[in-house]
């Protein structure tokens, strides 16, 4: 069992930057591949963003590259991510979630909801125009 807490959402304004942070605890953070993923209001729960286990690989929605920034620390069991530019469609509840990770020689980030394995309660995000 991994437990997952989402941090630093909030209100901000259309340009401006956020970085929100989800803490992992419970079993090796290194055996995970890490992904955010939002849900707009009225709408179906999307990908934004994947990490591999090792931070080596990461992995982008059209809509946020080049914007966003998903990074993790093994050694404070936290993976993060930086919202630059942040528009009024980005507002939406941001979930992480975890993908154990089997054979590290052949993962890839990947945006398959369903194969990730753990998700936090989600934060908040609200940008306003």
């Known amino acids: 069992q991994v437990q997952l807490v989402e941090s630093g959402g909030g209100l901000v304004q259309a340009g401006g930057s956020l970085r929100l942070s989800c803490a992992a605890s419970?079993?090796?953070?290194?055996?995970?591949?890490m992904g955010w993923f939002r849900q707009p209001p009225g709408k179906e729960r999307e990908f934004v963003a994947a990490?591999?286990?090792?931070?080596?690989?990461?992995y982008y929605a059209d809509s946020v590259k080049g914007r966003f920034t998903i990074s993790r620390d093994n050694a404070k069991n936290t993976v993060y991510l930086q919202m630059n530019s942040l528009k009024p469609e980005d507002t939406a509840v941001y979930y992480c979630?975890?993908?154990?990770?089997?054979?590290?020689?052949?993962?890839?980030?990947?945006?398959?909801?369903?194969?990730?394995?753990?998700w936090g309660q989600g934060t908040q995000v609200t940008v306003s125009s």
């Open positions: 979630a975890a993908d154990r990770v089997f054979d590290r020689s052949r993962y890839s980030p990947h945006p398959r909801m369903q194969e990730y394995d753990y």
């Open positions: 419970g079993r090796t953070f290194s055996n995970y591949a």
């Open positions: 990490i591999s286990w090792s931070g080596g690989s990461t």
